[in-house]
């Protein structure tokens, strides 16, 4: 069991950038992190994956998010610039353990934080 935290979030202007950070004791021990989005009345979609030594982006964020994680200090990352009004959403970490399948796919993932609220005003 593995508990994730997230922060970083906050209100930016669109354009702004914004650096959200994820706790997570064992995080070396999932093959896949990752974070994940709601706005209200939408699905959680999947923004980004780190995992099998390969990052995986949604088409919505390319060119503009980046993931990473350092194991050393157990954190995953997602630096964020150009944000958009659409980028607005709760944003969640997540841990995955097995390697096969899609790594944005909502349903796959094991662990989850509470999450930490994004948003970005036009």
């Known amino acids: 069991l593995v508990q994730l935290a997230e922060s970083g979030g906050g209100s930016v202007q669109t354009g702004g950038s914004l650096s959200l950070s994820c706790v997570g004791t064992n995080i070396h021990c999932f093959y896949f992190m990752a974070w994940f989005r709601q706005a209200p009345g939408k699905e959680r979609e999947g923004v980004a994956a780190?995992?099998?030594?390969?990052?995986y982006y949604a088409d919505s964020v390319k060119g503009r998010f980046t993931i990473s994680q350092d194991n050393d200090i157990h954190t995953l990352y997602l630096q964020m610039i150009s944000l958009k009004p659409e980028d607005s959403a709760m944003y969640f970490c997540?841990?995955?353990?097995?390697?096969?399948?899609?790594?944005?796919?909502?349903?796959?993932?094991?662990?989850w934080g509470q999450g930490t609220q994004v948003t970005v005003s036009s």
């Open positions: 780190i995992g099998g030594y390969e990052e």
């Open positions: 997540a841990a995955r353990r097995s390697g096969f399948g899609y790594p944005l796919e909502v349903g796959t993932y094991d662990e």
